[in-house]
């Protein structure tokens, strides 16, 4: 009889690879950075299409910086941090950093960037309340994610949100999966190795943020944190630095 407190948990599946278009929806500039960018660094080398979606600018995000000044200057830095693997469409919401809301308002704007960029994959960030345990995770993460979970549907029915219809807005029932990244139920990766050094240097762009956020030098704290997630998933994808997923197919 095994023994559950010693059994290897299983072993993550490759991410589906039959798709062109892929559109990452999360709150704050930064978001994608933490963990994810290897991953689109991978795909838009082998020609995939990924765009950017982000709830707010992340105005709220800096103690030493007033909102005013911090919006645009982390807007800026996201720009450049997706450029770094590949990433040239870049949208923000302009819901308000701090206190988003899960509701018909959020679903009905992530439901029309899908409609207008008609993805096959659909990218999100943890949407539970917790990173597993008790590391307890941000409001605004929470409702992006589940809102973009039930945006893939919003998005194919045309009695939902009709008015999408009278902006040219056609539904697109096409998603075929939704995968969060930083979920503590991972079930996919993808290979980090390849985009890993532009994931670093990705997550270096936001350097303002960064700064405030640690003493440590940048490129240090960048290059050891992502390593280490990488790392971590590849424990159950072979022994090979990974970004896991849990993906929900649809």
């Known amino acids: 009889m095994s023994d559950p407190q010693h059994e290897q948990p299983a072993q993550l599946e490759p991410m589906p690879d039959d798709w062109r278009r892929a559109l990452a929806v999360v709150a704050h500039p930064d978001d994608l950075e933490y963990g994810c960018s290897a991953a689109v660094a991978a ?3 082998a020609g995939r299409e990924v765009a950017y979606v982000l709830a707010t600018r992340g105005e709220a995000g800096i103690d030493t910086l007033e909102p005013a000044r911090c919006g645009p200057l982390r807007e800026r830095e996201q720009r450049a941090s997706a450029a ?40 999100t960030l943890n949407h539970r309340d ?19 979970l039930d945006a893939a549907g919003d998005a194919g029915n045309r009695w939902i949100f009709p008015d999408l219809l009278d902006q040219g ?12 990244a930083g ?11 390849p985009g ?5 240097a990705s997550l ?11 003493k440590e030098d940048p490129e240090s704290y960048a290059r050891a944190l992502l390593t280490g997630y990488a790392r971590a998933a590849g424990e159950r994808f072979g022994g090979r630095p990974a970004v896991a997923f849990e993906v929900f197919s649809r």
């Open 196 to 200: 890993l050094d532009r994931a670093v």
């Open 43 to 45: 795909w838009t080398d």
């Open 84 to 123: 770094v693997v590949g990433v040239s469409e870049v949208e923000f919401l302009d819901h308000e950093d701090g206190v988003v809301q899960y509701g018909p308002a959020l679903r009905r704007d992530i439901a029309a960037a899908v409609r207008r960029h008609r993805p096959e994959l659909l990218i």
């Open 169 to 180: 807005l056609q539904p697109w029932d096409g998603v075929r999966w939704v995968a969060v």
């Open 130 to 148: 917790t990173w597993g345990g008790v590391a307890w995770n941000t409001p605004d993460h929470v409702a992006v994610g589940r809102a973009t």
């Open 204 to 214: 270096l762009e936001h350097r303002t943020y960064i700064e405030a956020l640690t």
């Open 183 to 193: 979920s503590s139920s991972p079930t996919h990766a993808v290979d980090a190795g």
